[in-house]
């Protein structure tokens, strides 16, 4: 079950708000909230909802025996931190682990074909936070076991996230009240990430897919240049239209009920170097290796050449974290090569340089990034860099491109401005305008009212027969 789905809209949602807001306490509004998640993890497999409830057992009981037993505190910390990565290590990389040493012994090795349980990289993280918090102090254990597999298993972000942190959310979950203006604010946040994700990032997406064969080397050969180009850009839309819009989702259905789960992105494509594009993207795993491994390493607090090693470190997690697939590793070490040089003497450089310039170069790094996300295959990658380059010997264009540009122009447009904070700051804008003739600003109210229908009668014409309706992050 995904977010963008009528299923999920028009009757999982609609009967969670009923039924949540005619239960009178919070504890009982809480248990309705766990039946309501544990049904929604366990829609896409039952049996790894198992999975998830040994992962919550393991960080509860951990949690208790740090705080219980002070003198054996770390040895409880490091007794959860194995297990934990090992139940992730075993389903999302044993294979990718064995059929490296089958390639580089020749040793031939059964490969197990083990499914990958849904957001399993999503709770993992959130659950060595908790206990890796109450081992700092930050936060007390909590006692009720079901408050903690409620905590990984919040429909609203446990399968795609963001990551949330137990100490930013204990007080929501023990003592949240829902207020009129949060819950219109989170109505309106949800239909603006519904209409994002299935108008503007499946529409990126049917275009993306034209181009980027993935599954079909010959015909990616043939692509010619400008394909390429044009291809890349859409899926580089898309795969931020797509994941923000989940982000969207998540902190709307949360405000609808009390909750209030952090940024998750800041208009990344705004930004004038790696380093701020990993300040606005995916904020909360970049915070959470942030705090959680890089700091924990020594930060830049040992030297520079220690600093380049903890980045090397968090930058090969971070790909690897992505997927069981070197083209992960290599997206992340990407990043890492301009984020060294950034601290270097780079940044200073850029600092010096008009506006324009530095954001081109971080948008040009970021768009090279993500033909090594798109393609697992090593070979892929190869091909798509040299006819970007113009070296496949298929032309610059054809008349499937120019067309595939031209039917899209605006749409294409329209694309990049949601990607920009363009819009919201029109609408700050108007209220500031309102206000400083003090009048009442009627349109604005209209406005308010209107945008969430009129989004979300959009998205329902846009998924009606639509069979495609993928969430890129789901795979993470």
Request: proline share 3%; net charge positive.
């Amino acid at each position: 079950m995904v977010f963008s789905s009528l299923f999920f809209v028009y009757f999982f949602l609609a009967l969670n708000l009923i039924i949540y807001f005619k239960t009178q306490t919070i504890e009982k509004k809480n248990i309705v909230m766990l039946v309501f998640s544990l049904i929604f993890y366990s829609w896409g497999g039952p049996r790894y909802l198992f999975l998830l409830i040994a992962n919550c057992l393991i960080a509860w009981i951990c949690a208790l025996m740090i705080e219980y037993y002070e003198e054996y505190a770390k040895l409880f910390l490091v007794l959860d931190i194995i297990m934990q990565l090992s139940i992730l290590a075993i389903f999302k990389y044993l294979g990718f682990f064995l059929g490296t040493v089958r390639f580089f012994t020749g040793v031939p090795e059964i490969i197990p074909q083990i499914a990958l349980p849904i957001g399993i990289s999503f709770y993992t993280f959130q659950l060595l936070s908790y206990v890796i918090d109450v081992y700092r102090g930050e936060v007390q254990a909590q006692k009720s076991f079901w408050i903690i597999l409620l905590y990984a298993s919040l429909f609203h972000q446990c399968i795609a996230g963001p990551i949330v942190r137990y100490q930013h959310v204990e007080r929501d979950i023990l003592h949240r009240t829902v207020k009129r203006k949060e819950m219109v604010r989170g109505i309106k946040r949800f239909t603006i990430g519904l209409a994002k994700k299935a108008i503007l990032a499946n529409g990126c997406a049917a275009v993306a897919d034209t181009f980027l064969l993935t599954d079909d080397l010959q015909a990616l050969s043939a692509v010619p240049a400008a394909g390429l180009w044009l291809g890349m850009l859409f899926f580089t839309l898309q795969i931020y239209l797509d994941f923000s819009a989940y982000s969207d989702m998540a902190i709307g259905m949360g405000l609808m009920i009390g909750f209030h789960y952090r940024e998750n992105f800041n208009y990344p494509l705004m930004s004038d170097s790696v380093t701020d594009i990993w300040r606005r993207w995916h904020i909360s795993l970049s915070s959470f290796f942030r705090d959680y491994v890089y700091i924990p390493l020594g930060g830049n607090r040992k030297g520079q050449g220690r600093q380049i090693l903890n980045l090397f470190i968090v930058w090969f997690l971070t790909g690897l974290w992505h997927g069981a697939s070197w083209n992960y590793v290599l997206w992340g070490l990407w990043f890492f090569v301009f984020l060294v040089l950034e601290k270097l003497f780079l940044l200073e450089k850029l600092e010096t340089l008009p506006r324009a310039i530095p954001h081109l170069y971080a948008l040009v790094v970021f768009y090279f990034g993500w033909v090594l996300f798109k393609f697992e295959d090593i070979h892929a990658i190869g091909i798509v860099l040299r006819g970007m380059l113009g070296l496949g010997g298929n032309g610059l264009t054809n008349m499937q491109v120019a067309l595939a540009f031209k039917n899209n122009i605006f749409f294409l447009i329209f694309a990049i401005i949601a990607s920009t904070p363009l819009l919201r700051k029109l609408y700050e804008s108007a209220g500031m305008w309102f206000k400083r003739r003090k009048i009442v600003p009627y349109p604005i109210y209209v406005y308010n009212i209107v945008c969430p229908v009129v989004l979300l009668i959009l998205a329902t014409i846009a998924l009606v027969g639509n069979s495609y309706n993928p969430f890129l992050y789901f795979q993470f």
